[in-house]
């Protein structure tokens, strides 16, 4: 939070602001400008139409997530993450849940369904959120076109995702152990047809922008930050790999067997709005190729832990009532395991215990680098749990990006970085 009357104050000592002759004005864009993604609050000041200084205000959607979390128990906290970056929840669930179960010491013991099918909704997820990132970057650039098209496209994604988590959006699915229940019947089938169709609108947004004049006028050339400018500001994802990097965690630094896909990684030396754009669309194209990958491995087995004194009840079914409850697990706790329903009665009211300790855990999310920092003393609940959101990160690249160049390229500068509010303000 910055205090209006000190920039004041500040910009009337400065050479330049009035005093000698040239007039630099003090612009406040956002935080309401949707420009801005939301609540971005952008202190400018500009010389004419040339932006001079920009400074990033940040917090206006502070929800307080991580303080949350330390008085829920470690199941309980993935309602919460799941909503940090509502655009990629479930890499938010993943990468939580990846760190408590290194905790636990069971990330070989999770069942390979289950990782195979986090995998399989964690590049879902990163089609949907390029999308959006290419949609209203486009929108706010004027390409009204491509906002619709890429809303369209992203409706079978969700549609998909709410068929297997009863979600569009902030899904709770994945569990420390696994999965929440398994995919219910005909998702495969979806997936299929995703994957027969989508390539069709790749093809769209290559015809509508890679050689449209208005929107490389406004975008090649625009936000340049090179190798060293990423390295020096901690920038990962597709703004790094833009500057012909192929850095990607996948590949680097394995998880979920990753390495046994096969995918390339996409990379431009543009290191502009334009090159972060093209890698994009081509990263959704290998997603493709992932989840393809994925439906070939999909082989009957379980989706959670078999063990009860962690493992969360995953044997709901849907119910004639609506609600997930499965008649066979209930008459079983009930009427005969009496050791079955003293474990669902503690999961359920106090949940289990992790051992004392602290992990890093991370993933390659559609922005970058996305860790969570977990540390346990011991008991049901976490103590403390930190997330390294790539936003919050990117944020600090927009004066390096946007100051020398005109207050129209501030809104393609934003739109590159494809920051997620709710992940920097967590």
């Known amino acids: 939070m910055y205090d209006w009357d000190e920039l004041l104050r500040e910009a009337e000592r400065r050479p330049g602001s009035g005093t000698e002759g040239e007039d630099r004005l003090l612009l406040n864009m956002g935080p309401q400008h949707p420009s801005t993604h939301g609540v971005l609050r952008l202190i400018l000041e500009i010389e004419g139409e ?29 309602t919460f993450l799941t909503r940090a970056d509502y655009l990629m929840p479930l890499f938010n669930e993943t990468v939580y849940c990846r760190a408590v179960e290194s905790l636990l010491g069971v990330v070989d013991d999770v069942p390979e369904r289950a990782n195979v099918i986090r995998v399989l909704l964690m590049e879902l997820n990163r089609i949907s959120s390029h ?53 219910p019947e005909g998702t495969v089938d979806g997936i299929r047809d995703l994957i027969r169709d989508f390539p ?46 192929p ?44 989840v393809e990958q994925c439906l070939a491995r999909l082989e009957p087995g379980p989706v959670m832990l078999d063990d009860p004194k962690i493992a969360w009840p995953a044997r709901l079914a849907l119910g004639g ?43 390659e999310s559609p922005r970058g680098e996305l860790g969570a920092h977990v540390v ?7 103590y403390r749990v930190h997330l390294r959101d790539p936003s919050f990160t990117h944020l600090q690249a927009v004066p390096v990006m946007a100051e020398g160049g005109m207050l129209a390229d501030v809104v ?5 970085l494809d920051p997620v509010l709710g992940g920097a303000d967590r």
């Open 321 to 363: 009532d609506g609600l997930g409850n499965s008649e066979g697990w209930v008459q079983h706790i009930m009427a005969q395991s009496m050791e079955a329903l003293i474990h669902h009665f503690k999961l359920v009211t106090e949940g289990f215990a992790v051992p004392e300790g602290q992990v890093y855990s991370f993933v």
């Open 50 to 78: 040339m932006v001079t200084e920009a400074r990033c205000g940040i917090g206006y959607l502070h929800t307080g997530i991580e303080k949350n979390l330390e008085y829920r128990n470690w199941t309980q906290a993935v």
């Open 131 to 183: 999308l959006v990132a290419i949609g209203t970057g486009g929108m706010e650039l004027g390409a009204l076109t491509v906002m619709t098209n890429a809303f369209r496209d992203r409706e079978p994604v969700l549609d998909i995702l709410e068929a297997i988590t009863g979600n569009r959006m902030n899904h709770a699915y994945v569990r420390p152990g696994g999965l929440a229940q398994d995919l």
């Open 412 to 416: 393609a500068v934003v739109a590159s």
């Open 376 to 382: 346990s003393d011991g008991g049901t609940r976490p």
């Open 247 to 290: 850095h990607d965690l996948r590949k680097s630094e394995p998880y979920l067997g990753y390495d046994t896909y096969e995918f390339d990684v996409p990379t431009e030396d543009g290191c502009d709005a334009y090159s972060r754009y093209l890698v994009r669309l081509h990263e959704m194209a290998e997603s493709l190729r992932i």
């Open 200 to 245: 069709k609108a790749l093809r769209d947004y290559k015809r509508l922008l890679n050689a449209n004049p208005v929107f490389l006028g406004r975008t090649k050339g625009i936000g340049y930050l090179d190798l060293a400018g990423c390295v020096a500001l901690g920038i990962t994802g597709p703004v790094l790999r833009a500057t012909g990097l």
